[in-house]
């Protein structure tokens, strides 16, 4: 069955790094545009950062920009958020999602993985 497991998260402190990786199994993997999402508490889900299925195109939410970087490796059927100069504001759920290249409405989602930036 599909599958897409995060990991990575934890407790660090502000100006820290963190690396989260997403394990994808089940379907063609390099089929499907990723993406980075998160979710802090009271707060709408929003997209951090996509890769295309290639990893050719990547964009990120602003906030992101400059200190976050998404990446995959297709052999390995994995995505990965690199996470520089953590603050207090990036903490939350992060959850990475799956949408097919050729049907936007086929997607697949993680169950999530936490991030909490603290001293």
């Known amino acids: 069955q599909v599958q897409l497991v995060e990991s990575g998260g934890g407790l660090v402190q502000p100006g820290g790094s963190l690396r989260l990786s997403c394990a994808a199994s089940?379907?063609?993997?390099?089929?499907?545009?990723m993406s980075w999402y998160r979710q802090a508490p009271g707060k709408e889900r929003e997209v951090v950062a996509r890769?295309?299925?290639?990893?050719?195109?990547?964009n990120y939410v602003d906030s992101a920009k400059g200190r976050f970087t998404i990446s995959r490796d297709n052999a390995k059927n994995t995505v990965y958020l690199q996470m520089n100069s953590l603050k207090a504001e990036d903490t939350a759920v992060y959850y990475c999602?799956?949408?097919?290249?050729?049907?936007?409405?086929?997607?697949?989602w993680g169950q999530g993985t936490q991030v909490t930036v603290s001293s």
């Open positions: 890769i295309t299925t290639t990893g050719g195109s990547t």
């Open positions: 089940g379907f063609t993997f390099s089929s499907y545009a």
């Open positions: 999602k799956a949408t097919f290249r050729l049907d936007s409405n086929r997607v697949y």
